[in-house]
């Protein structure tokens, strides 16, 4: 039976439809694995790849910028991941840069993170080879928590014994948690501790104001501290020094004339042991102040005398001249 022209048109238009539907599906796929665009390949090494297959992202700060292009174990312990990278992300790449295996979400594909490194490094080129860094896997993560528990199971057991020890009042800790009267003398000596670094305190207050105050200049040491005042002082204690040594000599002169007077030499102990000496002395002196009383007499007789008189009134007369003078 032939098939009617509308029948043809239907085939046709299902078959273009058909066509145009896969070739976007290809370009689409092409593109998100940059088969269309300009890329070039670059080489990660890595010891444990944690699931990774081919047709994962390859992603540069965030951004996705390639695919996994194969995977090939070199040894137990190495593995080389090509990747395919936009040829326009290159100039951001530095050769210091490190990849790393993530999950794409929680229960997402894996995906490489290509990290930036530091520092002024030059750009990698196509066929380069990255380092990569661990990832912690969840087998070695639970084997870390077994081991962490087993220490906090012997912490806890160790910490138990410990509580029961002080509870019964065992070791110095529990002797001073259930012995009352040791509490109470600590308690005591606390405070005489405490009594002790508040008068520590005080007296240290105290030091600090003294050894500001010999900074001022109205101080004794302040003014001790002038170079000037320090010389004065100085002369004043050379004089001193001198002043000593004169008087331990008048001293020492002052002894001998003590001792020659206790040895009865010299005219003090004749003045003070005879007494005829002294009667002589003293008549002697009563006979000068006549003499000299007598001598006054004759003196004025002289002067009532004519033949003296002009003489006396010409000492007179130039007594007072002198004085006006």
Same mark, same amino acid.
């Given at each position: 039976?032939e098939k009617?022209?509308?029948?043809k048109?239907? #085939?046709a ?5 058909? =066509?145009i ?11 998100k694995?940059k088969?269309?665009?300009k ?8 010891n ?10 390859v992603?540069? @700060?965030g951004?996705?910028?390639?695919? &996994?292009?194969g995977?090939e174990?070199?040894n137990? @312990?190495?593995i ?19 990849a790393t ?5 929680l229960?997402?594909?894996m ?11 030059p750009?990698?080129q196509?066929?380069d080879?990255? $380092?990569?860094l ?7 993560? *639970?084997s ?5 528990n087993k ?7 160790? *910490?138990?014994k410990i509580?029961k020890?002080?509870?019964? =009042?065992?070791?110095t &800790?529990g002797?001073? &948690?259930?012995?009352? #009267?040791?509490?109470?003398d600590?308690? $005591?000596t606390m405070?005489?501790?405490k !009594?002790?670094t508040?008068?520590?305190?005080t007296?240290v207050?105290n030091?600090?104001?003294?050894v500001v ?15 000037? &005042?320090a010389?004065? #002082? ?5 004089n *001193? ?17 003590? /001792?020659? !007077?206790k040895n009865?030499? =010299?005219?003090?102990?004749?003045? @003070?042991?005879?007494?005829? /000496? ?6 002697t ?14 003196l ?5 005398n004519? /033949?003296f008189?002009?003489y006396?009134? $010409?000492q ?10």
């Amino acid at each position: 039976m032939e098939k009617t022209a509308s029948e043809k048109i239907k #085939l046709a238009l299902f078959v273009i439809i058909g =066509g145009i539907l896969f070739v976007l599906v290809v370009y689409f796929i092409g593109n998100k694995q940059k088969m269309f665009g300009k890329t070039d390949h670059i080489t990660a090494v890595f010891n444990n790849v944690n699931g990774l297959q081919l047709g994962n992202n390859v992603r540069y @700060s965030g951004i996705n910028v390639g695919t &996994v292009r194969g995977i090939e174990m070199i040894n137990d @312990s190495t593995i080389n991941v090509d990747l395919i990278i936009d040829k326009s992300i290159f100039p951001h790449i530095k050769k210091n840069a490190v990849a790393t295996i993530g999950s794409d979400g929680l229960v997402g594909s894996m995906v490489i993170n290509i990290i930036p490194g530091k520092g002024n490094q030059p750009q990698i080129q196509p066929g380069d080879v990255i $380092q990569s860094l661990g990832r912690i896997r969840t087998d070695e993560l *639970l084997s870390t928590l077994s081991v962490t528990n087993k220490n906090a199971a012997l912490l806890t057991a160790d *910490l138990l014994k410990i509580t029961k020890e002080i509870t019964k =009042g065992k070791g110095t &800790v529990g002797t001073l &948690v259930n012995d009352t #009267l040791m509490a109470s003398d600590l308690k $005591q000596t606390m405070q005489y501790l405490k !009594m002790t670094t508040q008068g520590t305190a005080t007296t240290v207050d105290n030091l600090n104001k003294i050894v500001v105050s010999l900074n001022d200049k109205n101080s004794v040491i302040g003014v001790l501290k002038d170079t000037a &005042v320090a010389n004065k #002082l100085k002369k004043i204690i050379v004089n *001193l020094d001198n002043s000593s040594n004169e008087i331990n000599k008048v001293v020492t002169n002052l002894n001998g004339t003590i /001792l020659n !007077m206790k040895n009865g030499k =010299g005219a003090i102990n004749y003045l @003070s042991n005879d007494p005829k /000496l002294v009667k002589k002395i003293d008549s002697t002196m009563t006979n000068i102040n006549q003499a000299s009383i007598k001598l006054n007499e004759d003196l004025e007789a002289l002067k009532s005398n004519f /033949l003296f008189r002009g003489y006396f009134k $010409q000492q007179e007369k130039e007594k007072k001249k002198a004085l006006k003078n």
